[in-house]
Structure formats: C-alpha cells, structure tokens
C-alpha cells in the first residue's frame, strides 16, 4: 500500500473517531454578519424593498456566515455540485423568513439564502444545508445584537452615538470585541450598517477576531430607526 493511501485511511479513522479531525481546513475561522435593516434601507441611492411577507422586525437580522482566513483572505462557491435546495431547509423556512430577510429590491426571496449558502456556505464546515442555516440562526440568538446595545442605552432612535461605546456593549454581551460597518444615509450621515461577530471554525462559539474587514465608520455615528 502506498504512502498516500495510508494516509487517507487514517483520515478516514480520524474523522469517525471525532468530528475535530474532519473539519475542513481550507479556512481559519467565520464571521457570522448581522445587518440593520434601516440603515439598509436608508442608505444613499438605494431604495429597499420587503419580503412578501411584510415589514420584517424591528431587529438585526442575518446577512452571512462566511469562512475566513486569518489573513483576512476568504474562499467562496467552494462547490458547485451541491447548490442552494430550499426543500433541505423547509423546517426551517419561517425562522429563516423572520430572521434573515432580504430587503433587496425587487424582493427576491430565498434567493438571498441561495446566494449565501452558494458562496460561503459551500465552503464552511457544515456537513448539510439544514446545519449551516440552523447554525446561523443559533448565533443569532446567542448574540441578541439588540438587547446588548439597550442594556448599553443604545437604541434605534435616529441619535448618533460612539462606536466604540457600540463596541464595548456587544463584547460585554459576548465577551469578544464585534466590528462595525457603516453606510451613509442621504444626508451623508454615518450609520450603523453591519455587525461582524468572529466564529470559531466549528460555526459554535465567538472568539476574537483574528484580522478585520476594512472599517469605514465615522468616530460617532446613527443608529436610524427601522
Ligand atoms: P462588500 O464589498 O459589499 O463589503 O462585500 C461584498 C461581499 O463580499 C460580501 O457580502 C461578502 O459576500 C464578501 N465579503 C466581503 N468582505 C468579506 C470578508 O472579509 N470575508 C468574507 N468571507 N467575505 C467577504
Ligand atoms: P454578499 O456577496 O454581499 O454576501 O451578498 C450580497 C448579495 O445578496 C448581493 O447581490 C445583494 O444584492 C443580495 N442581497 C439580497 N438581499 C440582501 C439584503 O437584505 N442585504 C444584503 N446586504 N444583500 C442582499
């Protein structure tokens, strides 16, 4: 038997014996991304549009969960033989509905979760399709985005506050500093647009991000309301 194929039989071995083996290591770690609706929808030169479904809440809700590697590199449609099937997410759909809307214009529906499991889901961890959206939600919930910025008098009232007082309250939330991205609404003003929270490479525990997006927030910024 040659050296390589004893190699892969002991992969083999590895990952029936323990799920830490089998990770996929073709990426580091995962930005889980949650956006603000308003901030969306307000910002410059666009114009949003809502899901058949209706208004979605007054909440973050998901954009992505896309691997990453620490030198701020990423990997993306990762395979193109297992694309986007609404029906493996089925039971999960109104969650999904609720939580990770499109508020793109026209509405396009699933198309958004086709577009993310197409582009980063590939790539991720997961073993189906159903783990990496209910995954996704999961970290939703664990994060509460929107509590952590109340607890901090943060609210989405249209005033400006520092960013780095939204820092500070999600990591007294999740222990770990967030990143903050920013849009620009109308009238030029600095507005909370995107929460990046890091993801360890299993999908399931915040860490601290080991390298940031580029940032482009003003030192105070709107918090508009939706
Ligand atoms: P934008 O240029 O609008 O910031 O990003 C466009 C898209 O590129 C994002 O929605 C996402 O799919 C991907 N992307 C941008 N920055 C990153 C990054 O730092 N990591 C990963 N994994 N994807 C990114
Ligand atoms: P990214 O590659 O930036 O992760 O994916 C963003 C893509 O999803 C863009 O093509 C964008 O038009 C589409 N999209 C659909 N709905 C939304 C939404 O609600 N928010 C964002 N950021 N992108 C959306």
């Not at 039989?9 to 991304?33: I, M, N, P, R, T």
């Not at 990143?179 to 929270?197: F, P, R």
Request: net charge negative; charged share 25%.
């Amino acid at each position: 038997m040659g050296k390589v194929s004893i190699m892969s039989k002991l992969l083999v071995v590895l990952c029936l014996s323990g799920e830490a083996f089998c990770q996929s290591d073709d990426f580091d770690f995962y930005y889980f991304v949650q956006q603000w609706p308003g901030a969306y929808c307000d910002a410059k030169g666009r114009t949003c549009c809502f899901p058949n479904t209706g208004k979605p809440s007054t909440d973050f809700s998901i954009h992505g969960l896309w691997p990453n590697n620490d030198d701020g590199s990423y990997p993306s449609n990762c395979d193109s033989s297992n694309p986007f099937d609404e029906s493996q997410v089925e039971e999960l759909e109104s969650r999904l509905e609720t939580d990770w809307p499109s508020l793109a214009c026209p509405s396009v529906g699933p198309k958004f979760w086709a577009h993310e499991w197409n582009k980063h889901g590939t790539c991720s961890s997961f073993s189906s399709q159903k783990d990496y959206f209910q995954a996704s939600l999961e970290l939703k919930d664990k994060t509460d985005l929107l509590q952590a910025l109340k607890d901090a008098d943060i609210i989405p009232n249209d005033e400006f506050y520092n960013v780095e007082d939204m820092k500070e309250a999600i990591k007294e939330k999740i222990g770990f500093y967030p990143w903050i991205e920013c849009n620009h609404d109308s009238d030029g003003n600095s507005q909370l647009y995107e929460v990046y929270v890091c993801i360890d490479a299993n999908g399931r525990d915040f860490i601290r991000c080991p390298v940031l997006p580029r940032g482009n927030c003003a030192s105070r910024v709107q918090f508009p309301k939706f």
